[in-house]
């Protein structure tokens, strides 16, 4: 089984401020990461996923992430961050048999002027 | 635009009630997933279906009924609920449920607010 850490249920931020959003799991095999983003009354869309290959991932509307193996992490990055970013971001892991997600209590991304 | 339509986006219903959910995916997808989503939470599993066949159920209250009547369609038929019921719910599709060549995670639709009134 998989479960998914992130610390930080809240990051307040100023616009053009960078970001980092941590995650870590914890997995006895290995692992597929993600992250998600949810905005107000929508579903979750994919920021970026880590498969195999570069530990550097590089995701949709600016964002970042770099897998650690061994530090288990998958933290999620930004250089500058627009008020439109404001939104609840999932970390999320799959084994690499099942393509079903474990995923993290989420961080809320609080942007402001 | 999402790929996976989801209706009504929103649902008042009372305890005595029988409604039914609806999700579409033209992907050709052959894993669906219902997720149920608690406010400042994270998606909790319900069921996976997988080439129409329910392969996973995580333990929901058989008030829940999951249906599948082809690989473009999933049901969730509702009945006897209770207000702690009251969530949005999230439908997802992937292109099958054991990972493959081709490595695309879920897909997800912009869900059904439900209130138990």
């Known amino acids: 089984a998989q479960s998914v850490t992130q610390l930080d249920s809240q990051v307040p931020v100023f616009e053009e401020a960078p970001v980092e959003l941590r995650c870590n799991y914890s997995s006895s095999v290995s692992v597929y990461l993600f992250w998600y983003v949810q905005y107000p009354n929508q579903g979750l869309q994919l920021l970026l996923k880590?498969?195999?290959?570069?530990?550097l991932v590089k995701g949709i509307n600016g964002f970042e992430a770099e897998f650690n193996k061994s530090q288990t992490s998958f933290h999620l990055r930004k250089p500058s961050v627009h008020i439109s970013d404001t939104a609840e971001y999932f970390c999320a892991v799959s084994d690499t048999g099942y393509s079903t997600l474990t995923f993290g209590k989420g961080t809320m991304l609080l942007v402001s002027p | 635009d999402t790929e996976v339509t989801q209706t009504p986006k929103h649902l008042v219903m009372g305890m005595t009630n029988k409604k039914s959910l609806k999700c579409e995916q033209h992907?050709?997808?052959?894993?669906m997933y219902w997720y149920k989503q608690k406010a400042k939470k994270p998606p909790e599993l319900m069921f996976v279906?997988?080439?129409?066949?329910?392969?996973i159920n995580e333990s929901v209250p058989s008030r829940f009924s999951p249906e599948c009547p082809n690989s473009s369609l999933l049901n969730l038929h509702l009945h006897a609920l209770q207000p702690e019921d009251s969530a949005l719910y999230l439908c997802?599709?992937?292109?099958?449920?054991?990972?493959?060549?081709?490595?695309?995670?879920?897909?997800f639709g912009d869900g059904t607010r439900l209130s138990i009134l």
């Open positions: 992907m050709g997808h052959r894993a």
């Open positions: 880590y498969l195999s290959g570069s530990t």
């Open positions: 997802a599709s992937s292109q099958d449920l054991t990972w493959g060549a081709t490595n695309q995670p879920q897909h």
């Open positions: 279906y997988s080439y129409e066949k329910l392969s």
